[in-house]
């Protein structure tokens, strides 16, 4: 799917930053759903691992102008994620029936552990050579979809977006419209030059 006008102004806009500057703006835009308390969590992928550095000096500063908890899940080899999160969304999300019995299967232990535990373990299977795809159910995808895709190796599903849907997929697509809705609002601010602690109040007020 082509990259929204918006888009397309905002990573030019950004590419006359520094590095510091130019990932605080892009780590806003990728978890605006999250900044905005639409979802529980969003992952960032830098695929550039000299962005590590960079994110490592200024991991303190991102997560005090985000408003929002940022956890390095993995780093090397390349790409770097990044999970940045609501601690209280992602427990609530966690402790559903249906995701508690995924992580159970998936090695977990009991889901009302505390949050670091799961967090480490998370980023364990991050770095073990396979993408841990029960990560969903951090992010707040329904656990019955995660679940299938799981099952089904990502086939079948009835419509795709920020998850594959293979249950109501009218409820999905209302949900991806306005995730949708909310990075282009971001795109747009961060476009007319807007920095990201000024993008993340914004992004609050809709709370």
């Known amino acids: 799917m082509p990259a929204s006008p918006m888009v397309v102004s905002m990573m030019e806009r950004l590419r006359g930053l520094d590095d510091s500057d130019r990932l ?45 908890e940022l956890e390095e899940l993995k780093s090397c080899p390349a790409p770097v994620l990044i999970l940045c999160y609501r601690p209280a969304l992602v427990r609530r999300a966690l402790n559903r029936r249906g995701a508690r019995r995924v992580l159970a299967e998936t090695g977990y232990g009991d889901a009302g552990r505390d949050l670091k535990g ?34 089904r190796g990502g086939g079948g599903a009835r419509l795709t977006g920020c998850w594959r849907a293979y249950h109501d997929a009218d409820r999905a697509a209302r949900f991806f419209a306005r995730c949708r809705e909310v990075k282009d609002g971001a795109a747009r601010l961060l476009g007319d030059g807007a920095d990201f602690t000024e993008v993340a109040g914004r992004l609050r007020q809709a709370i």
Not at 38 to 62: I, Q, S
Not at 119 to 142: A, D, M, Q, T, V
């Open 24 to 68: 605080g703006r892009l780590i806003a835009y990728h978890a605006a759903p999250t900044i905005a308390g639409m979802t529980p969590a969003n992952l960032v992928c830098l695929a550039d691992g000299g962005c590590l550095a960079v994110w490592r000096e200024n991991r303190m500063r991102f997560r005090q102008g985000l408003g929002i």
């Open 118 to 151: 799961l967090l480490e373990k998370l980023g364990e299977n991050c770095r073990s050579g396979r993408f841990p795809h029960e990560i969903g159910l951090f992010l707040g995808y329904p656990p019955r979809d995660v679940s299938l895709f799981m099952r």
